[in-house]
């Protein structure tokens, strides 16, 4: 919020810790190629990285 709002406007606001709403994000590879499989594994790997580092909860944080 403090990048997008100037200092007033930020005084104004305030975030809840209840999300308003989930919204799923989902990634697809066509069956057809033939490495699918092994990009699926690599996002899944990379997924799973930033989930323990706590850099997906920081990507969250910030949106």
């Known amino acids: ?3 997008q709002f100037d ?3 930020t ?3 305030s975030m809840t810790q209840v999300p308003l709403f989930l919204k799923p994000f989902y ?3 066509s069956k ?3 490495d699918a ?3 699926i594994d690599l996002f899944n790997q990379g997924l799973a990285n930033i989930q323990a580092s706590g850099v997906y909860d920081e990507i969250l ?3």
Do not use: S, W
Request: proline residues 0%; aromatic residues 14%; glycine residues 0%.
């Open 32 to 34: 057809q190629y033939a």
């Open 37 to 39: 499989q092994h990009f």
């Open 27 to 29: 990634v697809i590879f």
């Open 7 to 9: 200092e007033a406007q």
């Open 11 to 13: 005084k104004q606001l």
């Open 1 to 3: 919020m403090q990048t």
């Open 61 to 63: 944080r910030d949106l």
